[in-house]
């Protein structure tokens, strides 16, 4: 009795996991196609899904059935594995510029640090900066939790006092080109590029808590 159930379970967990490459697999096509168009990109994981369900029953031999599988898993995995990141493409305002500092003894000097005023009705005033802080005068820190949708997602911003020299925060985030959507599921697969913001705390903090909802 102990042994059945403990192959029933066996094979229960396989093939959720089965269950679970596949979907992802689903989804690394979806969102990360070869397609502009992303309905392009969901009809070409539709035809992927197919296949690999169909095409193993055309085969009577086991190792040729999971021979199949292997690659239509290794068809996506590969082109997804090679799929790289690039700071030449045309992106939305906000994430225009790096971010550099240049570090001498106490001084820091943050070159490309995002300044920008929000106003209502959308209206955007952008500001890149070079400022100089010392380190000297770092009073504390803050990490600031921005959540979204559930309480178990958040975005991490850390900022750093210094005094009269203002506060300066730094985020991790999304690089979107222009034109393009934020998207949750999109950001677990490549569907962005990453970068790391140097910003006012003003301009940060602010963006979240009056304009975005």
Known sequence: MFSRLLRWSGRVIFFVAVFLVLLWCFGAICFDGPF???RWNTLLACGW???TLALPFFTKSKKGRWGIRLVCLLIVVIPWSLIRPSN???WMPEYAHEPHATITEDVVTIENLRN???QPGGVIIERW???TVHLSNLRGADLVLNFWG???MAHPIFTFDFGAEGRVAFSIETRREKGEASST?????KNFDLIYLASDERDV??????YRS
């Open 36 to 38: 502009a168009n992303a």
């Open 49 to 51: 899904a197919v296949a």
């Open 88 to 90: 030449n493409r045309v």
């Open 116 to 118: 920008f005023d929000y």
């Open 129 to 131: 900066e070079t400022r």
């Open 150 to 152: 559930s309480d178990l």
């Open 185 to 189: 599921l999109g950001g677990l697969y």
């Open 205 to 210: 903090i602010r963006l979240r808590t009056n």
